[in-house]
């Protein structure tokens, strides 16, 4: 009888050791796979982010070109002695001529205010080709200039996953990213 109990007994610690085992291994390949999901959507959720500000702000780009070729027009049939006869109109239009047209938008933090979780783990720069700032996210990390393409950065001691675009004619650059920790948190959510 004792034999009978010991084989039940090998028996019930093998299979719950197998089973265990079973788990163990389905874990580590949700994880895996898990993982890897997330890393795609994420990055292509980056990738698509950043096209669309490139588009919506060489838009604006244009606009400043085109203001700044409209000024300098004005000018120059005004005249230098007209202008200088009307200090303040001189004031304005060498103003706007001493920054080349350069646009500095700011970013209203909106979702940042409402108290929105996800705003400091966002984070966009945008560039002019000369690397003049046109508009960055003034609650994030500051992005440095980083080569096309997907980066890991260390931005003040966090991991930031960062992708850059930048436009062939203009050299306009537009950065987009965000912390790692939200990518991390979904795969433990979801394994």
Known sequence: MSAHRSIRRRLLVMLISTIMLVWLVVLILVYGVAEHEVEEVFDADLACSARILQSLLLHEVGEEQETAANVRMVAEELGV??????????????????????????RIGAARDAG??????????????????????RTAAEIPMAPDGYADLQLEGE?????????????????????????????????
């Open 116 to 137: 929105h979780g996800y705003g400091p783990g966002l984070a966009f720069v945008a560039r002019y080709g000369d690397g003049t700032v046109m508009m960055r996210d």
């Open 81 to 106: 002695e007209w202008i200088r006869s009307h200090p303040r109109l001189a004031a304005i239009l060498n103003e706007y001529l001493d920054e080349g047209g350069k646009e500095k938008l700011e």
């Open 159 to 191: 991991h930031w996953r960062v992708f850059s675009l930048t436009e062939k004619q203009t050299g306009f650059v537009v950065q987009v990213g965000e912390k790692q920790a939200f990518r991390a948190e979904l795969v433990r959510y979801i394994t």
